[in-house]
């Protein structure tokens, strides 16, 4: 005598695909997002440190990284304004940091990595207060 299966019911083994189809589909869109994720030191040039000094123009507590914009003056002294990455809001409150650090107005001494396209970017390594205090900041 044939066994009969019921058609309502699915094999294990079309369970068992559905099941591994499902956790691939989740993982996929899971990490999906890191397909677009920033990569850290990528956008700069890791040999070439500058130093400048400016004044804060905006400090933006902000994830994934924290930003500063400055008019820094470059070695042949010219001011720009220069948009400072420093490392994510976890990282710097490990250091000491917190929103209030830097204020628009305070003159600082900024030394980074420049952006390898040539903007006024840097990935800062570390910056010199105007109490004197030295914070590291390395994205």
Same mark, same amino acid.
């Given at each position: 005598m044939k066994r009969m299966r019921c058609l309502d019911r699915p094999s294990s083994?079309?369970?068992m695909i559905r099941r591994v189809g499902a956790v691939l589909v989740a993982g996929f869109l899971l990490g999906? $997002? $890191?397909?677009?994720? @920033? @990569?850290g030191s990528a956008a700069f040039e890791m040999h070439h440190v500058v130093r400048m000094q400016g *004044? #804060? *123009?905006?400090?933006r507590w902000t994830n994934p990284h924290a930003l500063i914009h400055a008019d820094l003056e470059d070695e042949n002294g010219k001011v720009a304004n220069w948009k400072l990455e420093l490392g994510s809001l976890t990282m710097l409150s490990r250091f000491g940091w917190s929103r209030s650090t #830097?204020?628009?107005? !305070?003159? #600082?001494?900024?030394? %980074?990595f420049l952006a390898k396209d040539g903007s006024h970017y840097? %990935?800062?390594? @570390?910056? !010199?207060?105007p109490n004197g205090k030295t914070m590291p900041a390395a994205p």
């Open positions: 083994r079309t369970v999906a $997002s $890191s397909l677009w994720a @920033h @990569h *004044t #804060v *123009t905006d400090f #830097v204020k628009r107005g !305070d003159r #600082v001494t900024a030394e %980074g840097m %990935g800062l390594i @570390h910056i !010199d207060l």
